[in-house]
């Protein structure tokens, strides 16, 4: 038998052990049984099968692994018939014990052994394929972990690129048309680009400090803004930095805000953005002026609603079950309320 065969039949030296401990209550156990059927050099013979057990047991881990690696139907049927020949086998030897054959034993040893050792393949077998499917779940598992995590680390590498393309077209616009307010854009930008690389990278971070860069790209927009828009907050910034979210979560909401604020033909456009925690809730609300009509008009381009599908799938990813988001699309309002359990 090669290396590789033998490690396969007996498995790591750790068995090895546990066969030696568990060794002892089996042989007691075989030798009050072969006693009761008053067979003659009992504990000879009690210590043959004791054996003979644990070979059977580490035979049926051999079989079992035979039939796990060429055949790829699930075992579960299988590891349900094996159960229920163990109870039949024991019921067997119960029912055995106390009707023995009448000064036959060599015939009382042959039907105590026989479902004996049929016991000991079936109990290795089953072990074997309840192992096996363990071990296949944790893989599935680690493998399902690996792509949301590889899927959720694509979708947070998306999010800084799509807001400096969103500011970076804005400040064109005000460079031809507003120029004076551009050095001041400058500065605000420099603070969000500064969060949006370097902290974004978290899965998540202190609610205190999503709120701070909130805060920011609010005050950006009230420079580019300027007077014609009516802006009310309601944020209720926690104290500490114990209450976490995922970055870059909200910001993709309010910068939808004053884009379509912006984009209604009103002289002054409004938003309203409000933040409360209550428990273990973050409730989110932002109200924006909007033009229904306009909006229906507006040809999407090919990146148009990136930044809300990257947060439909985010939250999918990290608050499956957990959150709640609601849109209210009206003539000339637009509304999002989000509420989502907060992280520890």
């Known amino acids: 038998m090669s290396a590789s065969n033998f490690k396969d039949f007996f498995g790591n030296r750790y068995y090895f052990l546990f066969s030696f401990v568990l060794g002892i209550p089996v042989w007691i156990a075989n030798l009050t049984y072969v006693n009761s059927l008053d067979v003659s050099e009992s504990e000879t013979v009690a210590t043959g099968l004791t054996i003979c057990f644990f070979i059977g047991v580490f035979a049926g881990r051999y079989l079992a692994h035979a039939w796990v690696t060429h055949f790829n139907r699930s075992p579960r049927n299988l590891?349900?018939?094996?159960?229920?020949?163990?109870?039949?086998?024991?019921s067997w030897m119960i029912f055995h014990v106390r009707s023995p054959r009448r000064d036959q034993d060599a015939a009382n040893l042959f039907l105590y052994a026989l479902p004996f050792i049929i016991i000991s393949l079936a109990t290795g077998?089953?072990?074997?394929?309840?192992?096996?499917?363990?071990?296949?779940?944790l893989m599935e598992a680690r493998t399902a972990a690996a792509q949301s995590k590889g899927e959720l680390q694509?979708?947070?590498?998306?999010?800084?690129?799509?807001?400096?393309?969103?500011?970076?077209?804005?400040?064109?616009?005000?460079?031809?048309?507003?120029?004076?307010k551009i050095p001041p854009l400058l500065l605000r930008l420099s603070d969000l680009l500064r969060y949006s690389v370097y902290e974004a990278g978290e899965t998540y971070v202190p609610l205190k400090m999503e709120l701070d860069y909130i805060n920011n790209y609010i005050e950006f927009e009230k420079i580019r803004m300027g007077s014609r828009l009516m802006l009310t907050t309601e944020i209720q910034v926690p104290s500490t930095n114990d209450i976490k979210i995922a970055p870059m979560l909200l910001i993709v909401f309010v910068e939808n805000a004053f884009k379509y604020a912006g984009?209604?033909?009103?002289?002054?456009s409004f938003i309203d953005i409000k933040l409360a925690t209550e428990s273990n809730l973050i409730i989110f609300r932002v109200s924006n002026s909007y033009s229904k009509e306009k909006a229906g008009r507006k040809l999407p381009g090919k990146n148009s609603g990136m930044g809300l599908t990257n947060v439909y799938k985010r939250l999918e990813l990290l608050y499956p079950a957990e959150h709640i988001l609601e849109i209210q699309e009206?003539?000339?309002?637009?509304?999002?309320?989000?509420?989502?359990?907060s992280r520890k």
Request: include cysteine.
């Open 79 to 90: 590891i349900i018939g094996l159960s229920l020949l163990i109870v039949a086998c024991i």
């Open 125 to 137: 077998m089953t072990i074997k394929l309840i192992r096996s499917i363990t071990q296949k779940q």
């Open 154 to 180: 694509l979708l947070q590498s998306q999010l800084s690129p799509h807001f400096l393309f969103n500011t970076l077209n804005n400040l064109y616009g005000l460079s031809i048309t507003q120029h004076e």
């Open 263 to 268: 984009n209604t033909a009103a002289k002054q």
């Open 330 to 341: 009206e003539e000339e309002k637009y509304t999002i309320t989000l509420q989502l359990k």
